[in-house]
């Protein structure tokens, strides 16, 4: 007898495809700053790989010309947004925008497999998509996590399907997209490789089990294949550009062995085999707890596999524990938590529609005296509670602001009386200086990174190019004291903020110009 999760066979409709995409872009719309709808996205992180990927089309390479810590890839991809547009997120919302339509697609794929929705059930996807990136790790939109999950939610939905509607191994096309996935992930963030790293366990468990070599090698070549398809043109551009040495250093041996690297370990997080299963199961409860909302959806995405059907959950079961413990067991390496960390884990979320399709239904099926008007009663309360949603998203402060409402623009308005000039965002990160004002770094040190305590470089140059009074104008946090004898206060500005905590708080810089 056949198990009820071989019903979702039915394909993504024209209709369906045109709701989800549209989701996508409703909410991503109104939630990232990096849309036609907010006068700028003030993230440092954003703004960072932004003034990376601008110097990319003006001929600087990364990490030799300019030092950021993320992988070339996502500098790379933020170099397109730039040629949309220079001056504003543009670009950045467009690919925001695409990378959550394949979320969206993908994880209504996902839930199909196990249910086969009725005429009304996709109401609830603007829901789950406000829901998903309304979290505060989503912060202001552009991250790196962003960008990357949609691609797991890819490659979980080809597990599932080949353990529900195949022999448990996934075709060899779709090895070449697992291997092309991971080889964009290994060269945006290569900490989020734990998820394939599960991945490629599983399968070589069950082909070694059922002693499948053949098919093994198969799957291997292929995935392999996508990884040099991805890393390739990366390799020959910074070869070409003599930078090699520079990309190790930058992306992997600064980012492994100094980056937050003062921090110490104790107790349990000192032991080399516990640490790595105690260190990530603490940074959940912890993101849990400030952010119950995740929280609730990772729990969710795990009690959504009863509803898999027992001829094939077993597998499910196996194939979502393995992913998921090992995607964060390298997430989460060290002792100091970065909140963001855990919104790669937002891949799995797509389980959570599978019991939020099978109420709908269940719904629809026992109101059959009223079956219109109830599921018009569903529909219209789902899209409420996602207005709802939409409005409580943190972002809604900035949203229709003028431009000069941020400190960024009016700073940029004393800076640009100054042709060409140079500046330095000193101990404080690129929050949008460098763009606004339409300039590009003067030096490789050009902003604070989290790694200059422990990679003295940075500071050494950026005081030696200070005391030769190199810049034109320093911009600072409002609460540094810049006592150089060689520039004075010029401009202070300050700049009502919610942070990713969703509190409320008073941000502000100070410029400095060269006497």
């Known amino acids: 007898m056949q198990s009820e999760i071989l019903k979702g066979n039915s394909k993504l409709s024209r209709s369906e495809l045109v709701i989800l995409i549209m989701s996508a872009i409703v909410t991503i719309t109104f939630v990232s700053t990096s849309s036609p709808l907010y006068p700028y996205n003030p993230w440092d992180d954003a703004n960072c790989f932004f003034t990376l990927g ?199 041996y600064n980012n492994m062995f100094l980056y937050h690297s003062g921090a110490k370990a104790h107790g349990l997080a000192a032991i080399p085999v516990i640490k790595n299963i105690y260190i990530p199961f603490k940074a959940t409860l912890k993101l849990s707890k400030e952010y119950p909302t995740y929280g609730i959806m990772l729990f969710l995405s795990l009690i959504s596999l009863v509803f898999i059907g027992k001829p094939h959950r077993r597998k499910a079961v196996c194939l979502f524990l393995v992913t998921f413990a090992l995607a964060l067991s390298v997430i989460y390496t060290r002792l100091v938590l970065i909140y963001y960390y855990g919104y790669i884990m937002a891949y799995c979320f797509c389980l959570t529609l599978i019991p939020a399709i099978k109420l709908l239904n269940y719904i629809a099926k026992a109101s059959k005296d009223h079956s219109a008007f109830i599921k018009r009663l569903a529909t219209g309360g789902l899209l409420i509670t996602y207005v709802f949603t939409i409005i409580m998203c943190k972002n809604m402060y900035l949203i229709f602001k003028p431009k000069d409402y941020l400190a960024q623009y009016r700073m940029a308005a004393t800076i640009n009386q100054t042709p060409d000039a140079k500046i330095l965002t ?56 810049g006592a150089w004898d060689n520039y004075e206060l010029i401009q202070t500005e300050t700049i009502f903020c919610v942070d990713y905590t969703g509190k409320a708080f008073l941000e502000g810089f100070k410029l400095y110009k060269r006497i």
């Open 54 to 252: 601008r110097g990319i089309i003006h001929g600087y390479v990364p990490y030799r010309d300019l030092y950021e810590q993320k992988g070339p890839l996502l500098y790379f991809i933020y170099a397109l947004a730039a040629l949309i547009s220079e001056k504003s997120f543009i670009g950045s919302w467009i690919v925001e925008c695409i990378s959550a339509s394949l979320f969206a697609i993908f994880s209504w794929e996902t839930a199909k497999l196990v249910v086969e929705p009725s005429k009304y059930a996709i109401a609830v996807m603007p829901l789950f998509l406000g829901i998903t990136y309304t979290l505060y790790m989503f912060n202001f939109g552009g991250n790196a996590e962003e960008i990357c999950f949609p691609l797991l939610t890819i490659a979980l939905y080809f597990g599932l399907k080949s353990i529900i509607k195949g022999d448990g191994l996934p075709s060899n096309k779709e090895a070449l997209l697992i291997g092309l996935f991971t080889g964009i992930v290994l060269w945006i963030k290569y900490t989020f490789l734990g998820f394939f790293a599960g991945f490629c366990l599983y399968i070589l468990v069950l082909t070694i089990k059922r002693k499948s070599i053949v098919k093994l090698w198969s799957l291997v070549w292929r995935f392999l294949l996508g990884i040099i398809i991805i890393s390739i043109p990366v390799l020959i551009y910074f070869a070409a550009n003599k930078a090699l040495d520079s990309l190790w250093e930058a992306y992997f």
């Open 426 to 481: 000193y101990e404080v990160m690129d929050s949008g200086f460098f763009t606004v004002a339409g300039l590009m770094p003067a030096n490789r040190f050009y902003c604070y990174l989290n790694i200059q305590n422990s990679y003295p470089a940075i500071l050494e140059e950026q005081h030696r190019l200070i005391d030769e009074g190199y810049y034109d104008y320093i911009v600072t946090d409002y609460f540094c004291e």
